[in-house]
């Protein structure tokens, strides 16, 4: 199978850390993704990770991926207002495929 | 360096017109991927071309689609004739390899 599963909504005050999960079922991904939609806009390629990784870290933003759970998260620091968006996790599986599976969204409300 | 373009940002048409969609990818690029966000769903893979031949059209939901790429640059997507569940955001994506998918803005297309 070929879903991708996250949680619809998450709210978290300025300041404090974000943490935004998915759950993958294709045993094969062969890279896991994350990208933010802000309103209005498209999607940006926020980090990803290869999949005999299990830790990827890029400033605020760290990626932890477990593999034996498939299951991949997203660890946002010091979450600021900006940072208020829907995070799509996106998988591409194995066997040469080159489409990218998306989940349908978390979204990331910022509390002042 | 210029992101992924697409063209028209919205359209609203009438059930049964011809609608075109246009993505221009980033400069280089040689894969270029068609996906879609119908209301309240995931995002979907439509088709991917590599240069002007078409690698993987399993996402194409009917033969009302069709996708060119002509010369190998940008990329259109018509849809004729349109229908009511055609509506929702397509989005365009382009990489040099098939790691990193870099997408465009999206075109909101209205079938009424």
């Known amino acids: 199978g070929e879903d991708v599963e996250q949680s619809l909504f998450l709210s978290v005050r300025e300041g404090d850390s974000s943490v935004i999960n998915c759950t993958y079922t294709d045993s094969s991904s062969t890279y896991l993704y994350w990208y933010k939609q802000e309103p209005g806009a498209g999607l940006q390629l926020l980090t990803y990770?290869?999949?005999?990784?299990d830790m990827k870290q890029d400033q605020r933003l760290t990626v932890l991926l477990n593999k034996k759970d498939k299951h991949l998260s997203l660890r946002i620091a010091d979450t600021q207002t900006g940072d208020s968006a829907i995070y799509f996790c996106?998988?591409?599986?194995?066997?040469?495929?080159?489409?990218?599976?998306f989940g349908k969204g978390t979204k990331l409300s910022v509390i002042p | 360096e210029a992101g992924v373009t697409q063209f028209p940002s919205h359209s609203v048409i009438e059930k049964g017109q011809t609608v075109t969609l246009r993505c221009d990818p980033i400069s280089g690029h040689d894969n270029l991927y068609w996906y879609r966000r119908v209301m309240g769903k995931e995002i979907k893979f439509l088709l991917h071309f590599v240069k002007e031949s078409k690698q993987d059209e399993s996402g194409m939901p009917n033969n009302r689609f069709l996708a060119e790429r002509t010369g190998g640059t940008y990329s259109t997507l018509k849809v004729q004739p349109a229908e009511l569940e055609d509506s929702g955001v397509y989005f365009c994506?382009?990489?040099?390899?098939?790691?990193?998918?870099?997408f465009g803005p999206g075109t909101r297309l209205l079938v009424l």
């Open positions: 994506a382009s990489s040099p390899n098939n790691n990193a998918q870099y």
């Open positions: 990770i290869f999949s005999n990784m």
């Open positions: 996106a998988e591409i599986p194995g066997a040469g495929s080159y489409q990218l599976t």
